[in-house]
């Protein structure tokens, strides 16, 4: 039996990144060996299990023949003549399929090494077509290594593409795409992921409202960078730069979804966008069982960017009413995550990536304001049922206004 050190780790430790985990490959032995030796069984579709003192992930070596459409359609082959070369041939792309013996010694048949200097995404053979979910990897992928000017080879891109057009993005389940979603969200260029899938072919496959914006224009006085499709990366740009968490950058992808439905005779005022968006985020989040804290946020982006982006202008009232929408009285972090969705979409413009956003700190200090007001012992003794209420929003409504008196003495 013989155990090697296989794919991100070899690729992490080459680039000098930190190795967050660590996956091996175990040629020459059965389940029933590793099992004998304590090794915990967890795979479903094919022999993987936890090391019984690192907990690290163990595969046996494999072969994969493909006998139907999308990610699943596989057979896996293992036994204890498979060899690393034959496990490292099925795997997506060059820079993943190296390993390392227990020497230290590095194993790469397929050019990995070299195309990790070139600064290169590439597949690692014909095989490469018949996983969809390979798509979305590669796109995320970028996305992870975008600043250290990785691309996606020319002719991986070309398979790609190929896929696109036979269908196979079609077969991936909703939650594999959103799994692998949500991962490029979070790497430090999420934008990478929408360009590749965009450039593939695969964007309007699996977000076809978010592709629908590219080539649609805005007024080029609040919008310099004009296109739609373009400001919503700009935007996602914000959401890392401005420390924005996954749910964060979802939102602010999602945050213009309606100006795709605008008709082109009304172009480029997009009235009404809020809430024609808020809906297509409805249909978005049902086809890819999108979990609810993601949708929440993101259709209050919809519905209230504007809002907040006229804040400073809104009467006590309509303010309130805003607080009111986003439950921020209960949920304070959610508006806070709102907040940050907003100064992204401004801030996601050409020319205005530094330019201040007031609106965040006012509304939430007048969050606070109106969370800090309380009823007097009077109307707390007379007061019953929906009056308590009323007195309570009457209250809310005098110190926002203060408060909006307060920030206008300041200007």
Known sequence: ???????????????????????????????????A???KAVGRDFPVFLHPDTHDEVALARLEKKVGPGYRGFI?????????????QRRDLTVNAMAEDATGQLIDPHGGQRDLAARLLRHVSSAFVEDPVRILRVARFAARYAPLNFRVADDTLALMRQMVAAGEVDAL?????????????????PEVFIEV????????????ELDALFGVPQPEKWHPEIDTGLHQLLALQQSVRLGGNERVRFAVLMHDLGKGLTPPDLWPAHRGHEETGAALVELVCERLHVPNDFRDLALLASRYHTHVHRALELRPATLLELLEHCDSFRRPERLAELLVVCEADARGRTGL??????????????????????????????LTGAAIGERLRALRIEALALHKRGQSAEA
């Open 37 to 39: 030796l304590g090794y």
């Open 197 to 208: 899938l965009r450039d593939c072919g695969a964007l309007v496959v699996i977000l076809p």
């Open 1 to 35: 039996m013989e155990v090697y050190l296989v794919g991100g780790a070899v690729r992490d430790k080459l680039l000098n990144r930190p190795v967050k985990e660590r996956d091996w490959v175990v040629v020459g032995a059965t389940p029933g060996e590793l099992e």
């Open 353 to 382: 990536e530094d330019a201040p956003y007031p609106q965040r700190d006012y509304v939430a200090a007048a969050r606070d304001c109106a969370a800090a007001v309380t009823l007097d012992a009077e109307s707390r003794t007379t």
């Open 173 to 189: 389940v909703p939650e594999r795409v959103w799994a692998e979603t949500v991962r490029a969200l979070g790497e430090p260029n």
């Open 76 to 88: 896996t082959e293992y036994s204890p003549t498979v060899t690393l070369e034959d496990d490292l």
